[in-house]
């Protein structure tokens, strides 16, 4: 215990029978050193390295027996050093928009008896934000008639393995973009021109979606249906 740290120790040894009891030392051993934390294993980050997402902190592996952690996240890369993030001092942490760009790593602090000692994890991989349309999809293809089916296409994104979804409208013959008077219609990235929609417009809305969140572009919109 740390009340022994500098002392030298000794044990004794009573023996004891009927006709009373006597007792002899141990030598003593050397001077008791104090035992801060020591790190056997690298702290760790994982879970998805997006905005938005959370990232958790493994604490690594420590002797002796640990007492409490506390943590530290940095932004910030290789080249031009690491900065403290303000507040984030959780076993969790949810990057932001300004750790776009950005890795994300974990200072862990482990503290016993004899003192604190910290270690820091690796960086995350870069923190990726929402996807941005590069050039807007372009207006439904297909044979602009009645029970024809029309056909969507994502545009091109800034970003590689999205997940795309539709969202299929009609809109005035007037229209020239979508706007929240159009009315929707199906999901998907193909569409069956219905009667309903002779002599209108019909176009799509593309949500494309990935590890830093979603983002939604407007296609154009198709000439008057027939």
């Known amino acids: 215990q740390k009340s022994d740290e500098g002392d030298n120790l000794r044990l004794m040894v009573t023996g004891t029978d009927p006709d009373g009891s006597s007792s002899v030392a141990s030598a003593a051993t050397a001077a008791i050193q104090a035992a801060p934390p020591v790190n056997n294993g690298l702290p760790s980050v994982s879970g998805l390295t997006g905005q938005g997402q959370t990232l958790s902190a493994q604490t690594g ?8 952690y506390t943590y530290a996240w940095q932004r910030g890369d290789s080249s031009n050093g690491y900065t403290t993030i303000s507040g984030a001092t959780s076993a969790t ?45 372009a207006a439904p293809t297909g044979t602009l008639q009645n029970t024809f089916t029309l056909s969507a296409g994502a545009g091109t994104w800034n970003q590689q393995n999205l997940n795309y979804s539709y969202q299929w409208v ?36 593309v949500t494309a979606s990935g590890t830093g969140g979603s983002t939604t572009a407007n296609g154009a919109l198709s000439a008057v249906i027939t």
Do not use: K, M
Request: proline residues 8%.
């Open 93 to 137: 942490y949810t990057p932001t928009a300004a750790d776009v760009g950005e890795t994300v790593r974990v200072i862990v602090t482990a503290t016993n008896p004899d003192g604190s000692v910290s270690a820091t994890s690796a960086p995350t991989s870069t923190i990726v934000g929402p996807p941005q349309n590069t050039t807007a999809p």
């Open 170 to 205: 009609r809109c005035a013959a007037s229209a020239t973009a979508i706007t929240g008077a159009c009315a929707q219609l199906g999901t998907g990235s193909s569409y069956v021109v219905a009667s309903a929609d002779v002599g209108f417009t019909l176009g799509y809305t």
């Open 61 to 68: 592996t420590w002797t002796p027996d640990i007492a409490g």
